[in-house]
Structures are given as structure tokens and as C-alpha cells.
């Protein structure tokens, strides 16, 4: 009797911890997520390459040097540290429609009319109305009919500075992009992570959604809006644990 209870003391345990945590945001806006992280010291705190590996001043004060600080230095995103800017532009429609028939009609029927008399003295014994000259029919009939259809249209235009967290050995990196605005009690949230080649950043060091592999848009906020618009605890578990 006392581990049937666990699961449901534990459950409430949850549940009440959750209120406390909600309870003492009354009245307050929602904080925005800790960014000195020590990934990200690790990350913005390095010298950049061109200063780790400085050549003589005279080479550096020239207008012809690869370095990126250079007239014609390429100041495309490439390295750990490095930001880019993240394009995100989604324009899709789908439309699928489907239908399905199907009919069956059959029907069976036997019977023993004259057999040395047998049928009707069987007769005799048998139910009013009953007759062997009858004696097996069936009939049997089936439809099956079946329709359905999807329809979805999103739209989504958005831009994220998105900073590169790892340069893998082949030489694509990853990056991770994060960005939070509050207005008023509502804050939005968009964050955007994938594997990019530096081959496909642009003059102007930006990159669409499109050429980002694994790519993760998350796009949403917290809030009292937010909040308001999903169901209560109480009800979400109740839709998780009752059957019907």
C-alpha cells in the first residue's frame, strides 16, 4: 500500500515545488537567461588568430596583407569566437489530400429439394416456415470509406547573431546564437544552433537557415501572455494520466 502511494506523494511533491517557484515570480518580469557563462568566457576572452599570430608591425600597416583588419582582408566568420549573422526566412505551405473506397457485396444460397423424400420428411420436425428446400442461404455485405487531409502554411522572418563555438576538424563550425527582448512582463526568445561551412558565409557574413545542417530554431517567450495561454498543471496531468 505504501509504494502505490510513493508515486503519487512524489508526484504532488513536484507539483507544489513548481507552485512555490511560480508563486514567487508574482509580480515580476521574467529574468533574462546568465550570457558570462564560462563557455563564453572561454570563447570571447581568447585572442583572436590574426593576434596570436602577429607578423612585423611594417607587415600589418600595409593596405595588402591577408590580415582581416587589411582594406581587402576577408572578415567572414571562421574561427572560434567569430560572429556571424543568422538569416532566417521560412516560407512554407503543404497541402496533402487523400481518399480511400471500398465496397463488397456477396451472397450464398443451397438448399435440397428432392433427395428420396428426405427433405420432406425432415420438414416435418423442423421450425414453421423452415424448409430444407432452403436450407443454407447467407448473405454478407461490407464498405469501408476513408478521407483525409493536412494543410499547413508558415511564415517566419527573423535575424540572430550567432557566435562560433567550435571548429571542427574538417573545418566546419558550430555555432550557437541566442537572442532576448522583453517588453513589459513578456520576454521573447529565439535561439539558433547547426554546423555551417565557412565556404557558404557571405561577403557580408551572414548565412541563410537553409545552408545550416542540424539546424535548430527555437522561437518562442515566457511570461504572463505565455502562461496564460497554456493549460493549468493540474489539467495537463490529467490529460497525460486519465484514459479517456
Not at 11 to 39: N, Y
Not at 71 to 84: M, P
Not at 187 to 208: A, K, Q
Request: glycine share 10%; aromatic share 6%.
Amino acid at each position: 500500500m505504501h509504494h502505490a502511494l510513493f508515486p503519487l506523494a512524489l508526484i504532488l511533491s513536484l507539483l507544489t515545488l513548481s507552485a512555490c517557484d511560480r508563486l514567487a515570480q508574482v509580480g515580476k518580469a521574467p529574468a533574462f537567461t546568465p550570457l558570462e557563462t564560462p563557455q563564453h568566457n572561454a570563447i570571447y576572452t581568447r585572442p583572436p588568430p590574426w593576434e596570436r599570430h602577429a607578423g612585423e608591425p611594417a607587415q600589418q600597416a600595409s593596405l595588402w596583407t591577408g590580415s582581416r583588419k587589411s582594406l581587402f582582408g576577408d572578415r567572414r566568420a571562421g574561427h572560434r569566437g567569430d560572429i556571424l549573422t543568422v538569416v532566417i526566412e521560412i516560407n512554407d505551405k503543404a497541402e496533402i489530400s487523400n481518399s480511400t473506397g471500398r465496397s463488397r457485396d456477396g451472397s450464398e444460397s443451397m438448399g435440397i429439394p428432392q433427395m428420396l423424400g428426405l427433405p420432406q420428411r425432415i420438414d416435418r420436425h423442423l421450425p414453421s416456415g423452415a424448409s430444407m428446400a432452403d436450407a443454407i442461404s447467407a448473405t454478407g455485405s461490407s464498405s469501408y470509406k476513408g478521407q483525409g487531409s493536412v494543410q499547413r502554411n508558415e511564415k517566419l522572418t527573423l535575424r540572430v547573431a550567432a557566435t562560433v563555438v567550435e571548429e571542427l576538424p574538417n573545418g566546419v563550425l558550430r555555432i550557437e546564437g541566442s537572442q532576448e527582448v522583453r517588453v513589459n512582463f513578456e520576454l521573447r526568445d529565439l535561439v539558433v544552433t547547426g554546423y555551417v561551412r565557412p565556404e557558404d558565409v557571405t561577403r557580408t557574413n551572414e548565412i541563410t537557415y537553409d545552408k545550416i545542417a542540424g539546424a535548430r530554431i527555437a522561437y518562442g517567450g515566457r511570461g504572463q501572455i505565455t502562461d496564460v495561454q497554456q493549460p493549468r498543471y493540474g489539467q495537463q496531468v490529467t490529460d497525460i494520466v486519465l484514459p479517456f
